[in-house]
């Protein structure tokens, strides 16, 4: 007679989002439809992230994912997650810079990922909440995590906003388009278009450099442009998607080389910080980070932007203590 004693049981990945907002909520949305994990949506607004798991529960028939979401507003229920993604946090609003959102949104988030951490110990954690290469390192630093389970969405929006104004620029399609973005996420960040291609063309071979600059200037500030559009918040649906990109990355071993924000220990002539560069993501996390051979102005950029991060760092040195 067949049995099934010495089977393990099945343990399906969990993902845990702290932050129900548009971010957190169209992610959770991108999750599960792609099946890629069970999620936890939490929040400190009661009734809201359960508002919002019930609505894609009810979903699930009609898209016929099998995934389960629940909402929540105690930590408990993100117990064991493999990934624990923050959101939550000051959203940005017309006028404001990724820095003016600091003072507030460090607060939130060293008390997150304490948090988080201290109910899933071996998660990979994102953290989304800007500034984000700072909120990343002081995530990093309380959550005492080893660097390489710790990363900031940054690279693959600002990337895939490069990436979709040279499809715009030259009428073709953004798969054809490849672009990569190192450097803070803010107006420092550095589009570097000798390593963006149209189907393997540097677009230094298809564009003037007049247009280049127009279309770096546009990308670096691309998060502000839809802010004043959308007056009362910040875009959603690209950088849900770009969180979802480095989850599946994480889940499925995929190994995929993505501009994140990861800690940095000499690459780029880098020290102690947190900033956007290629890196191969996998399961483990951060597997490895390239240097990309930059000029010595994308260099001196670089550094700017590095410097720009790590003067925000200091303000918090009570923080990390």
């Given at each position: 007679m067949t049995t099934f004693d010495n089977i393990p049981a099945y343990h399906p990945n969990r993902v845990s989002i702290i932050g129900s907002g548009n971010v957190g909520s169209v992610l959770a949305q991108r999750i599960i439809e792609g099946s890629l994990a069970d999620v936890v949506l939490l929040d400190i607004v009661e009734g809201r992230p359960q508002g919002i798991a019930l609505d894609l529960m009810e979903a699930r028939g009609v898209h016929g994912y099998g995934r389960h979401i629940r909402g929540a507003n105690d930590y408990n229920d993100t117990a064991d997650s493999d990934v624990v993604v923050i959101t939550a946090g000051l959203a940005r609003k017309p006028g404001m810079s990724r820095d003016d959102l600091a003072q507030v949104n460090a607060k939130i988030v060293t008390e997150v990922a304490k948090q988080a951490i201290a109910h899933s110990p071996n998660a990979r954690l994102i953290i989304v909440t800007n500034p984000l290469d700072v909120m990343t390192y002081l995530a990093?630093?309380?959550?005492g995590l080893p660097p390489d389970r710790v990363m900031g969405m940054a690279g693959v929006l600002d990337s895939a906003r490069f990436q979709t104004?040279?499809?715009?620029?030259?009428?073709?399609?953004?798969?054809?388009v490849s672009a990569m973005v190192l450097g803070g996420h803010g107006d420092l960040?550095?589009?570097l278009p000798k390593y963006s291609t149209v189907s393997g063309i540097p677009i230094t071979e298809l564009l003037d450099a007049d247009t280049i600059r127009k279309l770096v200037d546009r990308t670096r500030h691309g998060g502000a442009e839809i802010v004043q559009f959308l007056k009362t918040g910040g875009a959603y649906y690209a950088p849900a998607s770009s969180i979802c990109v480095m989850v599946e990355a994480i889940l499925r071993n995929q190994k995929r080389i993505l501009p994140i924000s990861a800690y940095l220990q000499g690459q780029y002539q880098l020290q102690d910080l947190f900033l956007g560069?290629?890196?191969?993501?996998?399961?483990?996390?951060v597997e490895t980070i390239l240097?990309?051979?930059?000029?010595?102005?994308?260099?001196?950029?670089?550094?700017q932007s590095a410097d720009s991060v790590r003067q925000t760092i200091s303000q918090f040195a009570s923080l990390m203590n």
């Open positions: 990093w630093r309380t959550s104004f040279i499809a715009m620029e030259l009428g073709v399609s953004p798969m054809d960040m550095v589009p560069a290629p890196c191969r993501l996998g399961w483990q996390g240097e990309l051979k930059l000029s010595e102005a994308e260099q001196q950029a670089l550094q």
